[in-house]
């Protein structure tokens, strides 16, 4: 196949290898398997971090030892054995500024998922990681000149002039004791990226990270944090990937976000990961007054997900717009959801979730919403449709409300779909076959998310659900 | 007489449980333009589906051929790109697929149609023209909110646009106004001035036919065809209506 058909944005001829492919981790620095605290100190020492950094991971490990492994609820991860999981594989390269400095494997690796080419076209900056490591940094010389910042938290801890920003920050929105995989991640963070967007600038192109992680048996625990100062603008797109293993990988990253007031965030992710990881995401935002907070979410793959990004509506007027899809196969189980947090007066939300199951896949939507005490007026309407393609898959819907405002007022929808036959006769009367009126469907059920994307991230996910509509994907 | 185009030798047909249509013969020449007439409930949009390929429909006996070939068991898309068309009485509606794309993807099926991506947004829209449809239809996704005028006017864009050899235009007429039915008349005038391509009009209205030459007109009754002959059948039907019909096969009379 040649290189132009290999491209990620090229629909037309849809291929597993597309994701599908893995380098050698020869010469590559990995630590040992499990968890321990000379583990956690050896790469805080690798990282050269400040005091503080050390103690949070180390208090971290204790309540990641502490707590139960297991929820009492959601998908099995019994898979999932963390003394087989190393948790900090580099690729021993340094972070490059420009593409021709970063190794070859993973230079092709980034080039065939379509980064450079998507940074040359249509974005403000890049950031790319391979494991555990960031491995590319750029962004556009105009965007750096109104004062944006955009690098790896462990860098900004190594500029004096940031090092109290990640300070003040880091770990506030999602503390180490919110659930067992928040510890393991402050005790292992690797790698992500830091944002600070000044007050009034507006970012007129998307910034994005594309997380990789191709080493087996091995963890990805990078930690995004990003701060909108009031006034700003930002569409931040995050990207994942991982080749197929038979041992079970582990993503368990965290992502923190300040929308000040008046400001407002896009965050855009695509997540295909392969059928042997256990994607134990968290991800949070906290929305100052009249300030706007918005997620595009597209997760594919994984094994088992547990996934449920979350807005607090702190200030009076915010609003939040949450859509997003996931995509159940075989031996898949995910379990994704979304929390809205309404504290301020006559905030908004509106949630619009879509999930589709396939081939004994099973989708579990919860969403929960908490309406406070002070959140006069509060508005939140949540609408979850499921699209079942057969009989032995599974799609339930968990919502949750708590409502502390009687002025408030928030609506649940759930709706659970099949294609019919009719919709089928038609496509096909046309000249698809029945497959490609299948695939069709669904793309067309996808739409109303995939159109919230930029062109060349809703082509993508095109090509995903191609890909997931012919079982392709390993 | 043409080449037989279409030949339907003896079909039984029906649901799992319910048997519909009875020892259905027909023949449509190439270039044809036949007219299947019938009270409701006769069973004309069953045989109209039964002849694209709906599995929802069962042939117990009988066989269908298309331009020579036995096509009896073939899936609806094989016969689509043989160049079988049919309009829907109520077309469905497709979420989420824009149009436009749509008419994009079905007319990159057939090999006979290639053309340029500017060529096929420059037919679309001279197709939409001749159909009174503005632009911002083709933005919109299949069918979706669409009136039932409109619905039928995007049937015709694609029956303009795909160029099959057979068109059954099941009541692509009724319920539209004076407008729109003018509008399916032109469509269905320059399918025949363009592509040359044979209709099985099923109707219960003379008036679109009026500007049609028509070649059979076909009488279905419970199932059954009961008479067939020329153009001047469906004046007759206009005058009488199918009492006459419905009281021979009744008494179980031969065809007229
Ligand atoms: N899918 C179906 N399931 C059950 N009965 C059907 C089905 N399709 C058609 N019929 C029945 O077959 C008969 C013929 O219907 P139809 O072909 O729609 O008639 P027409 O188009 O002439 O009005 C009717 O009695 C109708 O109820
Ligand atoms: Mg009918």
Redesign the pocket.
Known sequence: MSERTEKRTQVADVDRSLYDFTYSEEGYERYDDGLTPDIVRAISEKKDEPEWMLAMRLAALDTYHAKEMAPNWGPSIAGLDMDHISTYVSPRTKQAKSWDDVPDDIKNTFERLGIPEAERESLAGVGAQYDSEIVYHNMREDVAKDGVVYTTIEDALHDPQWEPVVHEYFGTLIPPADHKFAALHYAVWSGGSFVYVPTGVKVEYPLQSYFRLNAEGAGQFEHTLIIVEEGADLHFIEGCSAPKYYEANLHAGAVELFVKDHARLRYSTIENWSKNMYNLNTKRARVGADAQMEWVSGSFGSHVSYLYPTTILQGDRSNCEFSGITFAGATQDLDTGCKVILNGADTTATVDTKSISKDGGCNTFRSSVIVGRRAANARCSVSCQSLMLDDISRSDTIPAMDVRNATASVGHEATIGRISDDTILYLMSRGCSEPEARTMVVGGFANPVSKELPLEYAVEMNNLIKLEMEGAIG | MHDTLLRVSGINAG?ED?P?LHDIDLAVGAGETHVLM?P????????GRVIMGDP??QVNSGTIEFGGEDITDEAADKRSLAGIFLSYQAPVEVPGVPLYSYLRTITQKRPELKMTARKFRARVGEIADQLDMSGSFLTRELNVGFSGGEKKKIEMLQLLLLRPKLAILDETDSGLDVDALSVVSRGIEAYRADCGGALLV?THNTRILERLSVDRTHV?VQ?RLVAEGPASLIDDIDAHGFEQFERANASGGDRA
């Open positions: 649901t319910k519909i019938g409701n409930g006769a069973g004309k949009s069953t045989l929802a429909y099923i279905m199932g």
